[in-house]
C-alpha cells in the first residue's frame, strides 16, 4: 500500500511537528537547534522510505524500529520520530538526520501523517464502520449506494482497498496510520468525494486511525473474537467505543444488543430490525426467495420507505443493509439511489454463491467467529429443503477460546460438519482442529448428523460436494475472499471459492458421464 501516495506534497517542517506534537527535537548532529528540515511523507518500514519521509521508528514485539534507522536514512529519510528508548540507540546516539522524539510515538504518528499531508480526512467524507461482524457487507453496501449516486468513491477495508475504481488487495482491514493518511491525500488529488472504511479494533487501539475525522462513525454489533488481543469482551468494547468519542461527526449505531445501546446519546441516530425498539431506522415486509435474495421496506426518519431488495441471506443482512442506508442517507444519497444499491450490491467472499450447474446450493463466506457461523447457517438452514453440509476451520495465532464455540455453532446447526484447516500459521493444525472438535462433538448436530475430520482443506472441500444431493448447502466457511492459506508462516496459494468451483465442475461434470 506504500505505493499509494499523492503525487506531490507540501514539504512541513520537522519543527512545525514538533511543536504540534508536543515533542523533543533531536537536531542532526553538527546541526543548530534552528534546524529547518523538511518532510513530505511517513513511513513505518525502512525499506518503503522514499527521499524526504518521515521515518517512524517505533518499539515492537521483536525489535525497536531504531534499530533499522541506517538503512532509513540511506533510503533518503529526512528526519525520524522516535521514542526516549530509540533515541539512546546506538544507531541514533549522534543522528545524521534531526529526532522528533516523544512518549508515545505510536499514539501521535496518526496526527503527523495527517499534518504532513495536509489534513486529507477534512476533504473526503470518511465513512467509518466498526463491529465484529458486518464491517465489510455494510462499507460494500455503502459504496454501492454511493456509486448509485454518481459519486467518485474510495474504499478501505478487509478484501481491498479501492481508489476512484482502481483496486489493490488488503493487507490489514485498516492500514498503518502513514499509509491510511498518503491513502486518503490519493483520494482527494483523484476526486474521491466519500470513502466507506472499516475500522477495526486494533486499529483504534493502536492509533491508526488518529488524525483521521469521520464524517460517519457506524457499529454493527460485537460478539467474542480477537481476544488473543483485548483482555475481555469490556477491553474489546472499548477499543470499539473509540470511535465514537468525538471523531465521528455523525453517529449511526445498530441497537439490537445492548453494546450498542450502550453507546447511544441523544443525537445517535439507531438502527434496528424490530420495529418495537424505537429506532430510527427499521425494516418490514421481509421476504425471501428460494435462493436466498431478500425484499423488504426500509423505514426511516420522517415516514421515509424505501422497497428494496438484497441479493444476501439472512436477516442479519437486512440489518446490514439498514444500517449501510442511514449512512447512505447522512451523506445525501436519495432513496431511489439507496434502493439501487443495495439491491444491486456484491460482496466478494460473503454469502457468496458459487454456481457450476450443480443441483444444489453452494455458499463462501468468511465467518470466523461463533455468532458469524451461527447466523449464516441459520440463514442458509430457513432456505435449505435437504442436508446442510458445513466445511468449517480455526485461525491459528488467534483467540483460541473461540474454538470449540465455532465447532459447537456449526455442529447444532449442520447435518454434517468437516472440520478442516483455515490459516493454522505458528501453531500445530491438528491441535487447532482438535478444539474446534471438541466444541462440534460435545453438541451433536440435532439433525442427527455426523462430525468428521480432514486436516487438507481441499480434500475436505471436495468431500462436501461429493456427499450434496438436490436441495442440500453445502457452506465453506471461515476464509471468504481470502486468496492464500498461512501454513508455519509460508502462505501458499488457496482460494476457497476456486477450490468449491473445481469440484463442483468435477461433480457435475461426472454425473454426466
Known sequence: MTGWRPSRTEPVPVTTLVARADGRLIPAAGADRG??????????????????????????????????????????????????????????????????????????????????????SLDVAVLGITGTSGKTTTAYLVESGLRAAGRTTGLVGTVETRVAGERLASAFTTPEAPDLQALFALMVERGVTHVPMEVSSHALSLGRVNGTRFTVGAFTNLSQDHLDFHRDMEEYFAAKALLFDGRSTTEVVVIDTAWGQTLVTPQTITVALDAGTGAAWTASDLDSTPTGEQSFTLRGPGGLTIPTSLPLPGEFNVVNALLAAAILDVTGVEPEQIAAGLSSVQVPGRMERVDEGQRFTAVVDYAHKPAAVALALDALRAQTSGKVITVLGCGGDRDAGKRPLMGEAAARRSDVLIVTDDNPRSEDPAEIRAAVLAGAKGHGAPHGGEVAEIGDRREAIAHAVSLAAPGDTVFIAGKGHETGQDVGGVVHPFSDRDELAAALRAAVEGARL
Open 35 to 120: 534546524d529547518e528540515t523538511t518532510v513530505s511523507g511517513a513511513v513505518l518500514r525502512a525499506q518503503q522510505v522514499r527521499p524526504g519521509d518521515l521515518f517512524a521508528a517505533l518499539p515492537g514485539a521483536r525489535a525497536h524500529g531504531a534499530d533499522f534507522a541506517d538503512e532509513a536514512i540511506a533510503a533518503g529519510a529526512a528526519a525520524v520520530l522516535t521514542d526516549p528508548d530509540g533515541a539512546a540507540r546506538p544507531r541514533l546516539a549522534e543522528p545524521e538526520v534531526p529526532l522528533l522524539v516523544h512518549d508515545d510515538p505510536r499514539g501521535v504518528l496518526g496526527d503527523i501523517a495527517a499534518w504532513i499531508y495536509g489534513e486529507p
